[in-house]
């Protein structure tokens, strides 16, 4: 299994599929989330509403997986992490099982290449760097194991945090 960082826009990279920073509502909404459903087209949202209206969203510490519509990648796993408070309400461990779970859905499906943005980073305001340790360790610890996993970064910061604990210049 290869890991890697690399700093752009997730919408564009050509993986077998994609991650995004979902809500539980699965009916999209801004930051990465925003910009996989505008750069993807309807048919991602459409298939979100499928699952919504068979389990009623996704609960956060959990993952669904839909097609990709315009996007390069196969598939979107659609991961919902949780929202910063103050980080004694099992932060830590709900946004593992996130990246976990999205592991479980790639090891179903087969996929080997991987694209995780830095969920619960943004908006949900979880601390970069402690999210970046439990998204790396999650994936190292993992029994399923894709043959490449990409962090996307789309800050300066969080790419040099990876870059750090991934040991690349
Ligand atoms: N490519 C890669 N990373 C991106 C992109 C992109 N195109 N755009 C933003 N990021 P956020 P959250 C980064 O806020 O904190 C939505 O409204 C961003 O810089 O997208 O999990 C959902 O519907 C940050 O590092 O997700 C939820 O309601 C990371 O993606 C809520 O936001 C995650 O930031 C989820 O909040």
């Known amino acids: 299994m290869e890991i890697s960082v690399i700093l752009g826009d997730i919408t564009k990279i050509k993986a077998d599929a994609i991650v995004n920073a979902a809500n539980t509502s699965l009916l999209g909404g801004g930051g990465v989330d ?11 949202l459409d298939d979100c509403v499928k699952i919504r ?27 919902v992490g949780p929202v910063w408070k103050n980080g004694r309400s099992q932060e830590p461990e709900l946004l ?22 830095c969920i619960s980073t943004g908006i949900y305001r979880f601390p970069k760097k402690e999210a970046a340790i439990i998204a790396v360790n999650t994936v190292r610890q993992h029994a399923y194991k894709p043959a490449r996993v ?9 790419y040099a945090i990876y870059q750090a604990l991934l040991g690349v210049q």
């Open 96 to 117: 593992q099982r996130a990246y976990s779970r999205c592991l479980d859905l790639a090891a179903t499906h087969g996929i080997q290449v991987i694209a995780f943005p």
């Open 34 to 44: 925003g910009a996989i459903h505008r750069a993807g087209g309807k048919a991602i």
């Open 53 to 79: 209206n068979k389990q009623g969203g996704c609960a956060v510490g959990e993952a669904v997986i839909t097609g990709a519509g315009e996007l390069p990648a196969q598939y979107v796993i659609h991961a």
């Open 150 to 158: 990409i962090f996307v970064c789309f800050d300066q910061e969080s």
